[in-house]
């Protein structure tokens, strides 16, 4: 792969670029999924390819291809070339110069590979396992798989940079219906890690099912202005949407509710967000992002107060200032954005039952869904639906369901009044969040 | 090796090879696609990238297990591994299913013509329509701040075999325009969005589009600025045509794809015949629509594409089925086997689901009604098909008051439950419109669209900030 890299880059500034960079990457990944006691899917994957972005009097063009023969490299570069034609001139698009080494964080466990598919069969089906003998109200577990990837990533450019490195990973998850006088609620939980021996199949199947089961019976409730209190799944997803507020890219471009408000109290005291690319427990970490710079740890909030914000190459040089190590790729298909890493939200925590304990009126939300539609990070507003307990004089009692909570993102954020100590990591966007109390949110229901 | 280089032979035998430990079902997907993607924002043209990708996935079944392996390397050696890797997991069976020769390859009959290949088209021609949406949206209003507008073309060449004997292939084009405006006033900030999408070629572009497009996106952002808290709590709620068919799409139509069924996850299992709506609901899902974004010759497993009626007068008549689940519940294909490319395995996904049109006039609707919300447009939303709740956003509402749009309202979203709130819909329009979208399942993306008129649903709960 190497060789195709650097054959690319050769190839791509012999044929006209001023400045050139690729990406190549190469994986393999497993994923089992088992339903009944039996698999239900087994699929194995190798996976490749190469990314070209080049620079021509001052415009970027990108092109990218599975196919690494020498043929389909040409096609590439020519692809690249003309479509740098046709961009608009960009004076901050720009190489990052080879300055630091690369971040030291281990993102590879051999371990990930010793294991057999029979290892990773048996996983899926501890998940299921736990899950359906946690509670005889569980109807099925719609889904439980273990899924994993090991992956190489190259990167070089004109400029001088060149770098490599080996990530894996691992997870099971299930996802868990549970049945009660014709009601249906269901329950999603996650384990992360490494290599499969990270993993707790018997935790993931145990709090699927227990997230399904403590909402059956659910009613809708008033529709009021109450406290909230937003368990770790939950708050992973607001602060996952609320990151793009938290970008360069989006500041630049009139679309974050965070522009111009460095150094102002735009949270709750107490609340610090971080966004960690080398934390040595985040998924996301590595030793460098998507243009070949340094992963590192980024303050976001700290106490309660804007820092900054996120930036790749190109946002940095707009703003006169460096990368804070965020230029991240989907895949090598797509040209650097800009984007978080591991959002780490961290603060004064108070135990989960006292702060339950000291609410009158409130919800603890377990499930949210419509997120990523009902959430609106340029206008800040949002209105999702909402499952969870209420809690009435201090005590999680009747499960809701059918609510809606609304609000606007910065409102919620300053009305954060408490954390809990039950800080985990949420997979999807890597986010390390406890529980947060949020006062004063309107709930919708009856 | 390129996708034309597979023969029958070749993929005949890497079908057997999948088979010889056991199996009742092994296929070879092949694709090739190529795809180009303009954006523009902040008054630049800032992203042309373009690429091709290639590649092949196997898949063998036994009962209801399905071995699945891919790979991006279109070679001999390759596909023997392919087919070894899912025949391991059978090792020591005695042999699967027979497998059918295969004849010629036959192409699909496409269901539309595309009159201009984007490919032959010169980038700069589609820069250029992306520039005229900027400069419309932004003279639309002198609060309009920023426009995000993209292209998208993709061409995707396909090739299935199984061991059934289907040998097909598929050349698909598909077009997308959108446009998203940010509008910003006195501190307040609102977006808007509209799209074009088809599965046909550059023909459907030009200045004029990319405007009109522009113009409605921008009206939206703009309108929305002036808008209020929503309410909060039950109420009476008209359905915008178009977008407003994701409703139907959330509330029921995931609930009727057949994995679901088979898994008893979904609570339309078990209910053929019942009535699931109100009286007056026809629906339908039509992967056949000539040129439609969700449309296709053949789906993703070859099968040919078709008009499925789901819901006959509030009645629930079909499921959304593809080969896997049909086979083993002994039904005919939908054509509903889909998949986001050859890495993933096809399941059962929805094209262009729609509720049929009715008779009345939007103005009927509104006037009928005292006291409402109207979602003109939506912005998405998510569903768990197992308890049929769903929620949606609203990118677009007004309050209804005394038979009069009144106020512009934001921030709300709808919550509900498929069933309760199929059956409370009580007036439906005739002004009919498909809209294009992208759906996500399982971790795959696939495009599909929503049609849908004007409708009311009796009572639902809003979710507003008001």
């Known amino acids: 792969m190497i060789d195709a890299v650097d054959r690319l880059l050769e190839l791509a500034l012999s044929r006209g670029a001023a400045a050139a960079e690729v990406y190549a990457e190469q994986s393999v990944t497993r994923r089992v999924k088992v339903f009944r006691g039996a698999v239900e899917e087994l699929t194995s994957a190798r996976r490749k390819g190469v990314g070209l972005r080049v620079f021509q009097e001052g415009s970027v063009g990108y092109a990218y291809a599975s196919d690494l023969a020498d043929e389909s490299l040409r096609e590439i570069v020519d692809m690249a070339l003309a479509n740098a034609r046709v961009a608009d001139h960009d004076p901050d698009s720009v190489l990052p110069a080879p300055r630091e080494a690369p971040a030291a964080v281990e993102v590879y466990d051999p371990g990930l590979d010793q294991a057999t598919d029979e290892q990773r069969i048996d996983l899926a089906l501890a998940v299921e396992r736990a899950a359906l003998g946690a509670d005889p109200r569980i109807k099925s577990v719609d889904e439980s798989a273990y899924a994993d990837g090991d992956a190489q990533v190259f990167i070089a450019n004109s400029g001088g940079v060149r770098g490599q490195f080996r990530e894996g990973h691992c997870y099971a998850y299930a996802y868990v219906l549970g049945e009660q006088d014709g009601q249906i609620e269901t329950g999603l939980s996650f384990t992360v890690g490494r290599k499969p021996a990270d993993l707790d199949p018997q935790g993931c199947g145990v709090e699927a099912a227990t997230r399904a089961v403590e909402l059956l019976g659910a009613t809708k409730p008033k529709t009021t202005r109450t406290t909230v209190v937003l368990d770790p799944f939950v708050s992973a997803s607001f602060f996952g949407v609320l990151s793009s507020a938290l970008t360069a890219e989006a500041v630049q471009k009139g679309r974050s509710l965070f522009a111009g408000r460095i150094g102002e109290q735009v949270a709750g005291p107490g609340v610090t967000l971080t966004d960690d690319g080398i934390h040595p427990d985040g998924l996301a970490s590595a030793p460098f992002d998507g243009e070949g710079v340094p992963c590192r740890r980024t303050p976001l909030i700290a106490d309660g107060v804007l820092q900054g914000f996120l930036y790749n190459v190109r946002t940095g040089h707009r703003d006169g200032r460096d990368s804070t190590g965020n230029g991240v790729r989907g895949s090598y298909q797509s040209m650097p954005g800009v984007g978080p890493t591991n959002l780490v939200l961290s603060g004064p925590q108070v135990p989960l039952a006292e702060l339950i304990g000291g609410i009158e009126h409130g919800v603890l939300v377990t499930n949210a869904i419509g997120i990523h539609s009902g959430a609106n990070p340029v206008s800040g507003e949002f209105s999702v639906g909402i499952s969870g307990l209420l809690i009435e004089a201090g005590r999680v009692g009747q499960p809701v369901h059918e609510v809606t909570m609304a609000g606007d993102i910065v409102s919620m954020l300053r009305s954060i009044v408490a954390l809990g100590d039950d800080a985990r990591w949420v997979p999807g966007g890597s986010v390390l969040t406890p529980s947060v109390v949020i006062e004063g949110v309107s709930i919708g229901g009856a | ?466």
């Open chain 2, 1 to 466: 090796m390129q996708l034309d280089d597979l023969t029958a032979d070749l993929l005949g035998a890497t079908i057997r090879r999948a088979l010889r430990h056991g199996g009742d079902f092994a296929e070879v997907f092949a694709e090739d696609r190529r795809s180009l993607g303009l954006s523009l924002e902040d008054r630049r043209l800032e992203r042309a990238a373009g690429g091709r990708e290639s590649g092949f996935g196997v898949r063998l079944t036994s009962g209801e297990r399905t071995y699945y392996s891919y790979s991006d390397d279109l070679s001999e050696t390759d596909l023997q591994r392919a087919a070894d890797a899912v025949s391991a997991a059978l090792r020591g069976g005695a042999g699967g299913a027979p497998v059918t020769n295969l004849g010629a390859v036959a192409a699909a009959r496409g269901t539309a013509v595309v009159a201009v290949p984007p490919a032959a088209v010169a980038t700069d021609v589609k820069a250029a329509l992306l520039r005229a949406a900027d400069d419309a949206a932004r003279a639309a209003d002198p609060a309009v701040s920023q426009v995000i507008a993209g292209y998208l073309e993709s061409r995707q060449r396909l090739l299935v075999a199984n061991s059934l004997g289907a040998l097909v292939a598929d050349d698909r084009t598909r077009v997308r325009f959108t446009v998203n405006v940010v509008a910003r006033r006195d501190g307040v900030i609102q977006t808007g969005y509209e799209s074009l999408g088809k599965s046909l070629g550059f023909e459907i572009l030009d200045e004029d589009v990319a405007q009109s497009l522009a113009r409605a996106a921008a009206g939206k952002a703009v309108t929305m600025l002036d808008a209020r808290p929503a309410p909060t709590g039950p109420m009476a709620v008209v359905m915008g045509n178009g977008f407003g068919g994701t409703l139907f799409h959330e509330a029921c139509g995931h609930g009727l794809e057949a994995d679901g069924i088979a898994k008893g996850s979904s609570i339309y299992e078990g209910r053929m015949g019942d009535l699931v709506a109100s009286a007056i609901v026809n629906a339908y899902d039509d992967g056949a629509i000539a040129g439609e974004w969700g449309s296709a010759a053949v789906d993703d497993e070859g099968a040919p594409t078709q008009h499925t009626v789901v819901i006959e007068q509030g009645r629930l008549r079909g499921f959304l089925y593809d080969g896997l689940r049909a086979r083993d519940k002994g039904v005919a294909q939908t054509g509903n086997g889909r998949r986001q490319s050859f890495r993933h395995v096809p399941i059962p996904r929805m094209t262009t689901t729609c509720i049929a049109p009715g008779e009345a006039s939007v103005d009927d609707i509104v006037a009928a009604t005292d006291h409402g919300f109207y979602a003109k447009s939506l912005a998405g939303g998510q569903v768990e098909p197992a308890s049929g709740n769903f929620v949606f956003g609203v990118a677009e509402g007004y309050l209804i008051e005394h038979g009069r749009v009144t106020a512009p309202l934001r921030g709300a979203t709808l919550v509900g439950n498929g069933i309760d709130v199929l059956k409370s819909i009580d007036m439906i329009a005739s002004d009919f419109e498909v809209k294009s979208g992208i759906c996500g399942k399982d971790g795959q993306a696939v495009p599909v669209g929503t049609g849908q008129a004007t409708l009311r649903i009796a009572a639902m709960t809003v979710g507003g900030t008001g």
